[in-house]
């Protein structure tokens, strides 16, 4: 009998800590299936970053550094110029990229880190127990947006694979959903394109993936699914903003 | 740089402190400009790439430290530099490192504060560079460089006491320090020590590795918190480092550090040709504070005075350190007065003291 479906080793065999229906433990599943496909396990430094993502390194089994909230990229840069002939991936929440780490990320992107970033945006804070994010929808309502979230006052929700994607530095960037199968497929084929980026030389790779987050949504597993599929991705298109297919050389 | 065929040089001592750090082996600079330590950067942009090393000019010093952290996790022999302000940034990197375990080397060629300040030196980052600095129960070592020989030297032994307690360490210099211009003797380069352990490279034929401060689970933070707390004991007896100068008939002892110490011991020439009986203890090490010689030496003189470029941050660990007995005073200069005290100055505080 040939054996055609496993856990890809590099995602260690313990349960997931995330909620019911939270898509984290997709994600994983995809970098740990990323990372077996292209045989990273040995030469992979993975940086860690704060919020429901920090224990990335309890689930998957490559060498990781735990960054302080944010910081994840200017972490990685660090790592990426000592040693270059690694694989680099940071993993991190929207609270972490797109508010506290704003400067680091559009810096580390800019400079074209040959590095991948995973970025799960679920328009919240998670762990704290939810708060409004920098991505946090228009009228939605959290921990901190009781009356929702309202644009004269707490601005607009941001796009952050396409506010990157114009940087000369980034070589890679889309969105991507787990929500349905069909779209699990296309995000795992996206997600494999981003760490091929990075192997190539290329430079900078950001996929950000569009995640549920049914506890602080107040909403069940299959509803903040459909959330997904019906509030989050008309506002943040799915889709590759950027593409590059040869290294840059001054 | 292999051979130090020039033994002697005249330097700067920013610039002393950036040639002791190729010399010891550090190829990684990240940084964010501030003065007055503008030509550690600019001499370490010039000078790593020709040894195969990386500088890399950070958007932040919040970047700096992290990217510092980063390079260190690798086991790579890295370093900041900054003042005040930008010490202040790194502060949050700074805990991270000490609770992962993470050496470095950061530099704070200090200026005036709070806030914004001024660039004229000061000693007023004594307490954050002493007391941790960032949120949590850790130290760092503190070196306190005198002159741009110490530069030089104190760069080497910061690596080595970074890599040999897994810390950060700071090396807390000032604005005269940092800028006179002085002879240093350099010497033999250290032979490249071999990765450690603990270092993160990939996972190959081995277990995965893991750096991290954060320890949920009941009791796990406790065990830590008690495992670095040995290693700060040890610190405490093993590394402690001060000169002494004319303390062995001493009645009075003069405390002070950096460019202070300096000036304090033509104030003591002087003072002596008066009659006073003064001698030095000059801290080195500003963690591990030197307690014990300060301890001994409170068992027979008659009064201590701290001098301060600052408003006294240092005599409270003079007060800590001294058995109960002699008098121990503080003279200060608040910083920004627009010049460091003259040794006159400090020779007639002895004067009035200690007569």
């Known amino acids: 009998m040939k054996q055609v479906f496993s856990r890809p080793p590099e995602l260690i065999d313990i349960p997931f800590h995330f909620c019911p229906g939270c898509h984290h433990g997709l994600i994983h599943r995809l970098t740990a299936e990323a990372l077996n496909y292209y045989g990273l396990r040995k030469k992979t430094i993975a940086v860690s970053s704060v919020g429901c993502s920090v224990f990335l390194y309890n689930y998957i089994d490559v060498d990781t550094v735990e960054a302080p909230h944010g910081r994840a990229p200017a972490v990685a840069t660090g790592v990426r110029r000592v040693l270059p002939d690694r694989f680099v991936f940071t993993y991190q929440g929207d609270g972490d990229l797109a508010a506290i780490g704003m400067s680091e990320i559009i810096h580390c992107a800019n400079r074209g880190e040959n590095i991948t970033v995973i970025f799960v945006n679920n328009a919240i804070y998670g762990m704290t127990g939810g708060q409004m994010a920098p991505t946090t929808l228009l009228g939605m309502k959290t921990a901190t947006t009781p009356y929702g979230r309202s644009f004269q006052k707490d601005g607009y929700p941001i796009r952050m694979a396409e506010f990157l994607a114009p940087l000369e530095g980034v070589a890679f960037s889309a969105r991507v959903a787990v929500d349905k199968i069909a779209n699990l497929r296309r995000a795992k084929k996206i997600l494999f394109q981003a760490f091929q980026t990075q192997i190539s030389g290329l430079g900078f790779s950001f996929v950000e993936f569009l995640s549920a987050c049914p506890t602080n949504w107040g909403l069940s597993p299959v509803e903040a699914a459909r959330k997904v599929e019906q509030e989050m991705i008309p506002y943040y298109p799915l889709g590759i903003f950027k593409e590059k297919k040869a290294a840059d050389h001054l | ?355």
């Not at chain 2, 010039?46 to 430290?65: D, H």
């Not at chain 2, 900041?80 to 790194?90: A, C």
């Not at chain 2, 203890?281 to 409170?298: Q, W």
């Not at chain 2, 608040?334 to 040794?343: I, T």
Request: glycine share 10%; with cysteine.
């Open chain 2, 1 to 355: 740089m292999a051979e130090n065929e020039n033994k002697k040089v005249f330097i700067r001592g920013n610039e002393a402190l950036a040639m002791a750090a190729i010399e010891a082996g550090c190829r990684y600079y990240f940084g964010y400009p501030i003065t007055p330590q503008g030509e550690i950067p600019e001499y370490l942009a010039r000078e790593l790439p020709k040894v195969g090393g990386q500088f890399l000019q950070a958007e932040s010093e919040i970047a700096s430290i992290n990217m510092l952290l980063g390079a260190g996790a690798l086991g790579a022999r890295a370093l900041t530099s900054s003042s005040g302000p930008g010490i202040s940034l790194m502060q949050e990197g700074i805990s991270y490192m000490a609770g992962s375990e993470i050496p470095g080397v950061i530099v704070n060629v200090s200026r005036c504060g709070p806030g914004l300040g001024g660039i004229a030196p000061s000693q007023g980052d004594y307490f954050q560079a002493t007391r941790g600095g960032g949120h949590g129960d850790y130290r760092t070592p503190v070196l306190a460089p005198d002159s741009p020989q110490e530069m030089y030297d104190l760069t080497f032994l910061a690596f080595d006491l970074a890599f040999k307690y897994r810390t950060p360490a700071l090396i807390l210099s000032d604005a005269v320090v940092g800028q006179m211009k002085e002879q240093v003797n350099r010497r033999e380069p250290p032979a490249p020590s071999p990765l450690p352990e603990w270092v993160l490279t990939g996972a190959e034929g081995r277990a995965s590795r893991l750096l991290k401060s954060l320890y949920l689970a009941e009791g796990e933070l406790e065990k830590q918190t008690l495992k670095q707390l040995d290693k700060y004991h040890e610190i405490e007896r093993r590394e402690p480092r001060w000169e002494e100068f004319l303390t062995e008939d001493a009645d009075f002892i003069v405390v002070a550090f950096g460019i202070i110490a300096r000036i304090a011991k033509s104030s003591i020439r002087m003072a002596r040709k008066q009659g006073i009986k003064a001698g030095l203890l000059r801290p080195i090490t500003l963690y591990p504070f030197p307690v014990e010689p300060i301890r001994k030496l409170s068992r027979r003189v008659k009064k201590f005075l701290v001098v301060e470029l600052n408003t006294g941050q240092m005599v409270d660990d003079v007060r800590m350190s001294a058995l109960p007995g002699p008098g121990i005073e503080l003279y200060f200069r608040a910083p920004g007065a627009g010049s460091l005290p003259a040794l006159e100055e400090i020779a007639g505080e002895m004067e009035r003291r200690f007569r």
